[in-house]
């Protein structure tokens, strides 16, 4: 019975059904069109990272070749191979399977221009300061597709399986004939879900393909599709639900409103309510405080900069005497203000993070019941993307500045230069990639636990559509 329907079904959607094919092949137009453009964002921001920037200052290997030339002259220029001239290039490269999750990147920095002349207020000011097309989202991409615009779909093209049936009159006749509600749903189901999550499927596992960073990758996309099984199994139980409970309607407007109300809750209204609920318990502290409280502790280092010198000195053990004293005052005076900064704006990053962390915690909570935040979670992380991902990158660029300012500051305030065995210790900076969390995969078993609850209650509600209803 069930294979004479799903044929019955695909007859239908092929002769009978123009807007509902119009709206799959739209569905898997828009498919290609977001791995395509992954593909391209992808390789766009590896070309602008090879690139390398305008405001480097001096890279490592022209600077290691002038303190080696430096070195073994006896005359040289005071502003020649300064420790701080030293700059490293930090870059956050695209996550594994970024191409699958795209959309919300580029509001993320990527690179950041590591030296003594930049502190934690000014890392990334660059970045914070650009216009907003370089800010703006991407329009779509797979991940966006596969929590937003699939389960639209699947529910506008199966919210009147029964009551259709019902206000045409032929409910009766089919189901006096053996046809169960419950099979005509499923009939439904198969018909436009398995197509649309093939679609989807194929072409996230040809863009990995294609990205070639499936080979490294295979765990992560494992992930992905799973999570978007898990996800789109309980679209179509939810859609199944629907479609029962509207069964007893001689109205198919009345079943459309409520797929389209469910949708927009579930997926809209939902995740807007945690983010606000998030911010509202947890405010994050004003990033204009924090560049206020950073101006006013290099002002505040300028006014006291021979004390600060001295006692700098003091705590490294650093020989005034010994100093050369050709060299420029601006060095000292702009390193010690740097890590003046870094100390006095400390705590007010301290608390960021925090905040930051507390609000992810009730996000997390949330997510148990919000299932398109759950879904929407684990699929930036297989593919290795999303605002954590960043945080972690800001974090180590922090940490990068530190063992930079640590390694150059002795030379800068006594005004003497780096040995080469000095400078060749201090390392390049490397993104180290956080593991995909082992919470993902409890994240699809719970999908997928969700997933038979509703099976199981669009199947009680199919029961209860009686021949007499209709």
Request: hydrophobic content about 50%; glycine content about 4%.
């Amino acid at each position: 019975m069930i294979a004479v329907l799903v044929r019955q079904e695909c007859t239908r959607l092929l002769r009978r059904s123009p807007a509902r094919l119009a709206l799959l092949v739209l569905y898997t137009a828009l498919a290609v069109w977001a791995g395509i453009d992954g593909l391209h964002w992808k390789r766009a921001l590896a070309q602008a990272q090879h690139d390398r920037p305008a405001d480097l200052r001096q890279e490592r290997s022209a600077w290691m070749a002038d303190l080696e030339r430096v070195l073994s002259s006896e005359t040289s220029s005071p502003f020649e191979a300064r420790p701080m001239n030293l700059t490293l290039l930090a870059v956050l490269p695209p996550g594994p399977l970024a191409e699958l999750s795209h959309q919300r990147e580029s509001i993320h920095p990527h690179t950041a221009l590591i030296s003594g002349w930049q502190s934690d207020a000014s890392l990334f000011r660059r970045y914070e300061v650009e216009g907003s097309s370089a800010l703006s989202m991407r329009g779509l991409d797979l991940t966006y597709l596969a929590v937003v615009l699939f389960p639209l779909v699947l529910l506008l093209s199966t919210f009147d399986v029964l009551s259709a049936e019902r206000h045409t009159g032929r409910l009766r006749l089919l189901m006096v004939q053996g046809a169960r509600p419950a099979l005509l749903v499923l009939a439904r189901l198969v018909t436009i879900a398995v197509p649309v999550w093939l679609v989807t499927s194929a072409v996230a596992v040809v863009v990995a393909l294609v990205g070639q960073e499936a080979d490294g990758n295979l765990g992560r996309l494992a992930l992905w599709l799973a999570a978007f099984t898990g996800y789109a199994a309980l679209w179509a139980a939810a859609a199944g639900w629907i479609a029962a409970r509207c069964a007893r309607s001689s109205d198919p407007a009345m079943a459309a409103m409520a797929a389209v109300t469910a949708w927009v809750v579930v997926v809209l209204l939902v995740p807007s309510f945690a983010q606000f609920a998030a911010e509202a318990v947890y405010p994050t502290p004003s990033r204009v405080a924090y560049l206020t409280q950073a101006r006013q502790a290099e002002a505040q280092s300028r006014r006291e900069l021979e004390q600060r010198a001295e006692v700098y000195m003091a705590e490294h053990d650093i020989h005034a005497g010994s100093a050369d004293q050709a060299v420029p005052g601006f060095f000292r005076a702009s390193y010690l203000a740097n890590i003046n900064i870094n100390s006095s704006t400390a705590p007010l990053v301290a608390r960021f993070e925090e905040q930051r962390a507390a609000q992810a915690a009730v996000a997390d909570r949330i997510e148990l019941a919000a299932p398109t935040m759950l879904a929407y979670r684990i699929l930036q992380d297989a593919a290795g993307v999303g605002a954590e991902r960043a945080a972690d990158y800001r974090r180590q660029v922090r940490e990068h500045l530190k063992v930079l300012h640590e390694a150059v500051g002795p030379a800068t305030v006594g005004r003497s230069r780096l040995t080469l065995d000095q400078a060749r210790a201090i390392p390049d900076f490397r993104f180290v990639e956080p593991a995909v969390p082992s919470s993902a995969w409890w994240g699809v078993a719970w999908l997928l636990a969700l997933a038979v609850g509703v099976g199981a209650m669009a199947r009680r509600a199919a029961r209860r559509v009686a021949p007499l209803d209709s």
